[in-house]
Every structure is written in C-alpha cells, then in structure tokens.
C-alpha cells in the first residue's frame, strides 16, 4: 500500500460513490469495499460497542446495547461498567445525583429512562406506594444471596413480604474535619455547629439536602434526626439560621473543597470520609455520639425502565460477590454482604471509618419515610437556604 | 396579482415574522397556492412554538392552581393558594431583583470598551478574529467554564498565587463577588454582541461633525456615540438580565450555594420538596416579571434614542 498523507483519513463523498460504483460492477471484491470505505471497521466496532454480537453467556435473552443508571457521585468503580459491557456489549451510561428527592422527582415526572437506580432505604417505601418501582424478579437475580445479607440494613427493601430493592452498601452520616487546621478534638454534633460558630468560620460545609442537614441540627438539642415536631423543627431552625452566617458553603458536593483546603470541617458520608482520610491522613471523619443518620443503599429498577433486562443483567452482574468487592474497595463503603466482607482485605474490614464501634451505631437511626414527603421540612430547608 | 405586490411590500417594509402572517391572511381567497406556501413555511416554526412553548406554558399554568399531592408532585385542584404563598420565597425574588440589574450593570460596564475597541479602534483585518475569540469560549458549556473558576478562585488557585507575595488567607470562592465576577464572565458576549453591531453602524462623519462643532471628545461620546449605541445597550441589557432572572447554577457553585435565588427555589421545589403547584406559581410569576422588565427596556430605550423602534431580541 501507498504511503500517502491520505492514509487514515476519512473516504471523500467522491472516492466512496467511485468505490460503491465499483463494487456494483464487480470489479472490486466486498471484503475490498469495506476495508476500503473503512465500513468494514465500522461494522466490526458497531457489533461489538453496540451488541449485536453478544457473548454466548447473555445471548439468551436481548439486552440491547445500552441502559442508563441512577446512582451517587464517586459511588462506583468504573471499571465495573467497562467490564460489564465487555461482557454483554451494553453500555452503561452513568447518571450522578444529589439527593433522593432529586431521584424521586425525576421518576415521579416519567421517563427518566433509567433502567437501575441506587434510592436510600427510607424512599423505598414511598417509591413503592407511588408505583414507580417494580417487585424484583428474583429468578433474574441468581448471584443474590438473602441469607448472606445482614437484616439489620436489608429490612426496608422487602415490604408486605415482596422484594422491590436489593441492598448495595450500608453507612453512616457524620463530619469530616481537617484536624491540622482545626486542632481541638471533637466527639459530637454540638461540638461541630459551635465550631462551625467559632474556629471553623466561613470554613464549614453542610450538605445541600434537608434530611442530614435538618437532622444534626436536631441533634445539637438531641432531638430524633427525623424528628417532625413543630417546636423541635423550630429550634433546629434557629440554629441554622444562627450558623447560615458562618457557612462555607450549603454543598453535598464537599470532596473538592475539602481536598483543596478551602474547607477544614463538613458533614459527611462514610464512603467520602474514607476516601478523604485515605488521600489526606490529616482529615478524619467523626460520628457524633448524640447519634444521627445510618443508611443502607439499595438497588432498585423502576416500573417504566426502558431496557429492563439490562437492568436485571447488570443488577445480577453487581451481585457478584467478586465484581461487588472491587466496587466497595473503590467506593469505601461498608458492604451487608457477608459473602464479600469475607472477600474484603483485613485493613479494611478494621477501618473504624467503615465500621465503628458498636456503641458509636448504636444512637444512629435510620432515616425516616416521612421525612421525604413532609413540606414543612422543605420549607425550613428553603428558608435556611434563602436566608 | 396587484394585491400580491402589495403583499410583498407590506412584509418588506414591516420586516417581521407577524407581518407575514398578516399578509396570508389577507390573502385569502385569492392566490390560494402562495397561500398555501405561506402556510408550509410557517409551519414547522409554529408547531414547535406550539409543542415546545404554548403547551409546556399551559401545563405550568394549570399546575399553578393546583396542589401538591401528598407524596409530592402534582394534584388536581383549583386554587391561588400557591400565588397566595408566593410571599415565602420574598427573599429569593429580593436577591434576584438586585442580582439581575447589577450582574447586567457590572456586564455591560465591562462590555461597553470592548465592543468600542473592536467597532471603532481595532485595525479591519484583527476584527474577526478577535470577535471569534470572543465567541470561541461559548462553546464549551457553562457548567465547565463555571467549574473551571471554581478552581481558580478556590484555595489553590488565585489565593496560593497571592499567598507567594504575601497576600494571605484570602478567601475568594463562595463570595458574593465570585457570583458577580462568574456571571460577568458567563454573559459578556451577550452583551458585548449587541453593543458592537449598533456600534459598528455609527456614522463617523456624525463624530467629525460633532468634533467640528466644537464638542468636547466626551461630550462627543455622550451626546452621538453613546446615544446612537443605546438600542445594543438595552439589547444587551435586557437579554442579560432577563437570563439572569433565572440564573441558578452560576451562584451555586460560585456562591457555594449559600446565596439564594429565584432559580434556586424553582429548583429546589421541582427537584428536592417537589412541590410542583408552587413551583410552577412562581415559575409563572418570573415569566410575568420578565415581560414586564422587556417592556420598561423597550420604553427607555424607544425614549432615548428618539422615536425609532427598537427590537431587543
């Protein structure tokens, strides 16, 4: 062959109708059109990128050749979904959110085109009340195991007997302090709000979302995170509005500002607090010890998933005991599989950021399905917000 | 045939999409083809006026005196209860109404030299280029341009660079002036375009006249320049602020989310309380404020530069 600049360029419109031109009078064999045209590589890499030729294990049933998931921000390890669709040939597109509110209102609204979502254990039950998410198969869902799940965080996807949601990871809500910057130790919630009040103004961060923010609040007065009493809320209030002043940012987005310095103190979730400490020693993460959230993540696949056995194929895929250890090593959250904790090496089974001690879990609660729906903790949350 | 000419000039002369479609109708009866043509043409336009604009319009009106179900979202209801509510989001309309003029003042403070410089100052052969320079940037989309400051401002950025001749401890992200300084950045081309085209059709024998006759260089640029460019300056004006009307993403991420407008409390009551019907209450009301805000501009602008028309968009 020639060496010409127009090698690897793209066919001009001109050179291709001479080429088909040719094909069509015989002259030139098919296996020479398509090298030619550069068709051939594009059908190669169509086939493969798009499923057409899907590996013996998934042929049995049509997976098409993408699906969309819901998920966390820094919640998964992406070589997971590479792998998956060297697997099957689907593609996994990959949609990041802020909040379970957000996640509900983009399936309440339709069409999400979601085909998995990864809601919190307390909107399973208001999902399901909706409609909006579908009982799980389980004869799809071979690799799961119920008797390797610990109950205490599978409970809430499985209501009146029926599965609707398996579980991902389990975690805690807690506050991830810089501890050169802010050297005094802290053990509470009252400590961070009179910190974020004192050595820690216009360094401080609370998420942008009602349920933890509202929640420690309630804590500082140790009230129930999920508390929805009149007077208690308004106490909570006061002291957001007392805080808002000294805020460095109302944000669930806190790994950049933390890492960059420009935050010393946030709140935080077990899987961030690790990541943190793990590339800044100096950031520790805290659990207050008035209590606060604990949560589980499940999977889940709505009723108007548009490729549902893509869903189900993935779901099943992330069951496995061997992909679900890579994706905990990534994400650093603790794991309700006791099939994968066996996996998981031992430094990170004795993080006390994934596992603290038992009296530490114990005043966490769980947060409540009331508290997703209820307006009067929207309207406190866009009063603070507004403030 | 003679009432097609006329037809033709009406439209001409008129110059815009209404006055075509007043020529179609007059056309009825007569000339059925050109009639049919007319209608051809307009429609892709209309429909997609009609599906993506007057439909989506009307459902938010009908939300609007609605109420929010109790798991969230939308029910059936006729009420103004939500108009009636609107005075709890009093603070997030206050923060925009003083947002919006001052991101659009600061804008086209900044705006009005370089659009000056490129129309009348810069050699012929650099215009272009420099006008694609200002242009280039808008392809990249506004969420990673803001990002993109969000780094620059935040603690290794600017600050660190200030910290080596010993400026310290400068806190410059999540500031009321990173909002302004973002929003700046975001809108200027949509300011400095307007300003250059009226600029850029000044008649430079109106300046040696008004040179000859004995005007100041600066009362040259109040009394001709500046009067001549008004009809950019309010296109640009309005076209800032009212984007700025429902800017959010800008003083969430620049602000830290700690400033709150009324883009703000639509997001959060679409997306976080889902309380659709208030929502969509308020979404109606910052239509209404927008008109309102074209309207005023289109009147000062009309009175200033004498009685000429102005379109502002």
Redesign the interface.
């Known amino acids: 062959m020639s060496k010409s600049y127009r090698d690897g360029l793209p066919i001009s419109p001109e050179k291709f109708v001479d080429q088909l031109m040719r094909l069509k009078r015989g002259s030139i064999s098919r296996r020479d059109f398509l090298g030619l045209t550069g068709l051939g590589v594009a059908t190669a890499v169509m086939a493969r990128e798009l499923g057409v030729m899907p590996t013996p294990a998934f042929a049995a049933e049509t997976l098409g050749d993408r699906m969309s998931i819901a998920t966390w921000p820094n919640y998964h390890d992406p070589q997971t979904f590479e792998n998956f669709k060297a697997e099957t040939g689907v593609a996994v597109e990959v949609n990041v959110f802020g909040s379970n509110e957000e996640m509900l209102a983009k399936l309440q609204a339709g069409g999400s085109g979601w085909s998995l979502f990864v809601p919190t254990n307390y909107t399973i039950s208001t999902y399901k009340k909706l409609g909006i998410i579908e009982p799980l198969d389980m004869a799809k869902l071979g690799n799961f195991d119920g008797k390797s799940e610990d109950s205490r965080f599978t409970a809430e996807g499985t209501i009146d007997g029926t599965i609707y949601a398996v579980p991902k990871n389990w975690g805690t809500t807690g506050f991830a302090v810089n501890t050169k910057k802010l050297t005094k130790p802290m053990s509470s919630w009252q400590e961070f709000w009179d910190t974020a009040m004192a050595e820690g103004d216009g360094r401080t961060m609370v998420h942008d979302y009602q349920l933890t923010t509202i929640g420690n609040a309630l804590k500082y007065y140790g009230y129930s995170f999920n508390s929805l009493k009149q007077d208690e809320l308004a106490k909570a209030e006061e002291l957001l509005l007392k805080v808002k002043p000294h805020l460095f940012a109302v944000s669930s987005d806190y790994q950049p500002s933390m890492r960059s310095g420009d935050a010393w103190m946030t709140m935080c979730w077990t899987n961030d607090g690790a990541q943190l400490h793990r590339d800044i020693a100096e950031i520790a993460y805290v659990l207050g010890k008035e209590g606060g959230e604990i949560w589980t993540d499940f999977y889940a696949i709505p009723k108007d998933a548009p490729n549902k056995p893509a869903g189900y194929a993935l779901l099943n895929y992330l069951m496995n005991p061997k992909v679900a250890v890579k994706e905990h090593l990534a994400n650093g959250a603790p794991c309700t599989d006791a099939r994968v904790n066996a996996l998981l090496p031992k430094e990170v089974l004795d993080n006390p950021i994934l596992y603290p001690a038992a009296d530490l879990l114990k005043p966490l609660e769980f947060g409540a399905a009331a508290t997703l729906t209820d307006p009067g903790r929207a309207e406190l949350m866009a009063r603070f917000k507004a403030a | 045939m003679r009432q097609g000419s006329n037809s033709v000039q009406i439209s001409a002369v008129g110059g815009q999409l209404p006055a075509d479609a007043q020529a179609a109708f007059s056309m009825r009866g007569s000339l059925l083809r050109k009639n049919l043509l007319t209608v051809l043409l307009l429609a892709p336009a209309t429909l997609w006026l009609v599906v993506f604009l007057v439909l989506p319009f009307v459902a938010i009106v009908i939300f609007s005196v609605g109420e ?1 179900a ?4 939308y029910q059936a209801a006729l009420t103004l209860a939500q108009y009636a509510n609107l005075p ?2 009093a ?2 309309f206050w ?1 925009t109404m003083v947002l919006a003029p001052v991101g659009a003042l600061a804008c086209l403070l900044v705006a009005y030299p370089v659009a000056y410089y490129l129309a009348l100052r810069a050699p012929q052969r650099w215009r272009l280029i420099l006008l694609a320079l200002i242009v280039i940037p808008f392809w990249t989309s506004l969420l990673m341009r803001t990002y993109a400051w ?2 620059i401002l ?3 950025g600017v600050p660190a660079l200030l910290a080596y001749v010993g400026i310290e401890d400068l ?1 410059l ?2 500031t009321p002036g990173a909002v302004l300084l973002g929003i700046v950045y975001g809108y200027l081309p949509l300011m400095i375009l307007p300003i250059y085209v009226s600029l850029e059709r000044l008649d430079r024998r109106l300046l040696e006249a008004s040179a000859d006759l004995g005007a100041t260089p600066l009362s040259t640029f109040l009394g001709v320049t500046l009067r001549l460019s008004l009809p950019g300056v309010t296109t640009g004006f309005s076209l800032v602020m009212i984007l700025l009307l429902g800017e959010y993403l800008i003083p ?1 991420l620049l602000g ?3 400033v ?1 407008f009324i883009g ?2 639509l997001v ?8 659709w019907p208030f929502g969509s209450a308020i979404a109606i009301t910052l239509v209404l404020v927008s008109v309102v805000v074209l309207i005023v501009a289109n009147r000062i602008s009309t009175r200033l530069s004498g009685a000429r028309r102005v379109d502002l968009i």
């Open positions: 929010r109790p798991e969230g979202g709890a989001r603070t997030a923060n969000m780094y935040g603690g290794r806190r992200i999540n969430t830290g989310g700690k709150f703000n409390a959060d009551l679409f997306l976080q309380s889902r309380n």
